[in-house]
């Protein structure tokens, strides 16, 4: 399954000789296929309004960039003593279009990858939208002011690594986010036990269905103290838009300039995921080509939200990504109705009000964590052996413990995200469980108890299953076969060409992409199998069969999956055997020779070949073996 993400920007304004009237017209229309094509579960399209012709006031001179919000926000102001007073580094994560070519970037911009599969024009933004995305973060014209966190840049104690995971046509597949944030996930880590701080920015969106293994990611980044800010969509009604409206992230949707302060714009989403609200209309920021330009949408909020953070974690350099979200919180400028909004989420936010008449800002404020209600803990999917135990409490990170009725020992999970699979249960018996959350450093207490009874019957907690087939392999994953015939060592290429395997599952329906990425990272990694004398192509493809579905029960048991490959092929060309080859078994024992195996030795590494004189591998012992082989 491969869903699809856009860029959360429009501009609903007169350009290019349309009217405002026509053009409204025309971002109506979008909006009504937006949300027709949403309704299916599995849709993330293109939102409306965006393209990149609808750009404003282009300029060149980059004295002449000023933008609105940033000097709305308090980045003139406070310039200077936010330079003086900023103490720790932050590094910003932005997940969009691609790496900018911009002069007012180049000191800023820490490094830039590209995940985008297929055709995505490369690593440089070809598109303009993570040009301006990052112009707003921490931009520094010569002469102008673009990025409420100037001062942050003047002090050099801000970076921007660029993920590209759209393509120059702006869109891209989720699972090319998941794999950039993963990876970041990694690469923060490091930097925050360095004593750095780490916030992503997603200016971008799709409808409202999440995906399973990017909210795992989301939910490690928040116990990690990594802070996300999300765009919450353009569809100008109600629906926050996919990550934003995943509970560990900050939704931020966008405000237009009045005479006094900003309001919501009649394009912004909102909804009760809404944090907060920040200049998201008429934003001036970098563009390709050495320019400057005018975008709106809540992908132009976003990065405010991104640069005001970096100003009060760089400050504070004691500060936790919970200290941080309370400070905002508290300082946020309301706006009506009082409180928390759909529309507005806490409020704008202001220098002034955020750091005082000078930076640091007032002593630590303590995050608030309160322990799960009865209501919101509860025991999923109970079998007679196993359960997901589940909390609905929006925090960092979540520890359940379990026991026996009434007993006096517990079993506790440690620290995880809000959904954990436990299988050590007895059949019939009567459990209780309680739940703890963490909000940064500080830590609830336990929930009061709820009780589970597991099946009396040993059960197969399994209820349905479905087929995954992949019927063209990546073309770089090839399977190279070496054997022995007649004395001599020879080898070949097989291709794996088809596979299908049947998933036995229990509602995960993310389970196809968890199942995609073991299946190409097994064969991406090991691509080799060293043969026994005599072995060919069949026996070749059987053997890939049988490793892959031992892969698959050790990356995947934990989730309680089964597997059984329906139908795998393999091709072999060049040498003097050209075959295609396909087996329809049951792999659980793919050979008659299963018990060799138990008793033979199956290696990960070149540590035990023996090499002959012209240094190829050779016929060892009659032994097979794994081995790895990234050519």
């Known amino acids: 399954m491969r869903q699809y993400l856009m860029l959360l920007a429009l501009w609903p304004f007169l350009v290019f000789g349309q009217s405002d009237k026509e053009t409204r017209r025309a971002f109506d229309r979008e909006v009504k296929e937006f949300k027709e094509n949403a309704k299916d579960p599995d849709f993330i399209g293109v939102l409306p309004g965006e393209s990149p012709v609808f750009v404003r006031n282009v300029v060149v001179n980059p004295q002449a960039a000023q933008s609105w919000g940033a000097q709305f926000v308090g980045g003139a102001a406070y310039r200077e003593a936010i330079s003086k007073a900023a103490k720790r580094e932050i590094f910003v994560s932005v997940f969009d279009t691609g790496l900018p070519d911009h002069n007012d970037l180049k000191g800023v911009t820490l490094f830039g990858k590209n995940f985008v599969s297929g055709e995505g024009g490369g690593l440089l933004d070809g598109h303009g939208h993570a040009t301006h995305v990052g112009g707003t973060i921490a931009g520094n014209p010569q002469g102008g002011l673009i990025a409420p966190a100037a001062g942050l840049v003047d002090a050099g104690k801000i970076k921007i690594k660029f993920y590209k995971v759209l393509a120059n046509n702006g869109s891209g597949s989720i699972v090319d986010i998941y794999n950039a944030a ?57 629906g926050v838009n996919y990550p934003a409206n995943y509970p560990k992230n900050y939704a931020i949707a966008a405000g237009r300039q009045t005479t006094s302060a900003i309001e919501k714009d009649s394009y912004s989403t909102w909804g ?271 053997w890939a069969a049988h490793f892959l579905l031992n892969e698959l029960k050790t990356k995947l048991a934990k989730y309680g999956m089964q597997f059984q490959i329906e139908r795998i092929c393999g091709e072999t060309g060049g040498g003097s055997i050209g075959v295609r080859y396909c087996d329809v078994r049951n792999f659980v024992t793919p050979m008659a020779s299963e018990a060799e195996v138990k008793t033979t030795e199956i290696r990960d590494s070149f540590g035990s070949f023996r090499f002959n004189g012209s240094g190829a591998m050779e016929y060892y012992n009659g032994t097979i073996r794994i081995k790895k082989d990234n050519r």
């Open 182 to 238: 993963k990876a970041d996930l990694e690469d923060c880590r490091r930097r925050i036990e360095e004593g750095g701080f780490c916030i992503w920015n997603y200016s971008l969106g799709g409808g409202t269905t999440g995906y399973d293994p990017l909210n795992q990611v989301f939910d490690e980044a928040a116990a990690l103290g990594i802070i996300v800010f999300c765009a919450n969509g353009n569809s100008s009604g109600r």
């Open 272 to 542: 009760p995921e809404s944090w907060a609200i920040e200049p998201g209309t008429n934003i001036l920021s970098t563009l390709t080509n050495q320019t400057y330009g005018s975008w709106s949408g809540t992908s132009m909020a976003t990065p405010h939200a991104v640069s005001i953070a970096a100003v009060v974690a760089s400050i504070n350099p004691n500060w936790n990504a919970a200290q941080v979200i309370a400070h905002m919180r508290a300082n946020a400028q309301d706006l009506p109705p009082s409180g928390r909004d759909e529309n507005n989420g806490w409020g704008y936010h202001l220098f002034s009000k955020l750091l005082g008449s000078s930076p640091p800002p007032p002593p630590d404020p303590t995050p608030t964590c309160k322990a799960p209600m009865a209501t919101q803990v509860s025991a999923k999917s109970v079998s007679s052996s196993g359960a997901i135990l589940n909390t609905t409490v929006a925090a960092d990170n979540y520890q359940f413990r379990y026991r026996v009725l009434n007993t006096g020992v517990w079993t506790v999970t440690g620290w995880k995200g809000n959904d954990v699979v436990i299988t050590d249960l007895k059949p019939g018996t009567v459990y209780e469980v309680q739940c703890q959350v963490r909000c940064g450093a500080v830590e609830s207490a336990y929930s009061p108890s709820v009780a589970f009874k597991t099946l009396n019957a040993p059960t197969n907690p399994i209820k349905g299953y479905y087929e995954w087939k992949s019927y063209a392999m990546p073309p770089s994953d090839q399977l190279y076969m070496y054997w022995q015939a007649e004395g001599q060592q020879q080898s070949q290429t097989t291709t794996l060409t088809n596979i299908s395997i049947r998933v036995y599952t229990n509602g995960y329906e993310w389970a196809q992409d968890e199942v995609m990425s073991v299946v190409y990272g097994y064969f991406t990694a090991n691509r080799g199998f060293y043969l026994r004398r005599n072995d060919d192509n069949e026996t070749a493809v059987r």
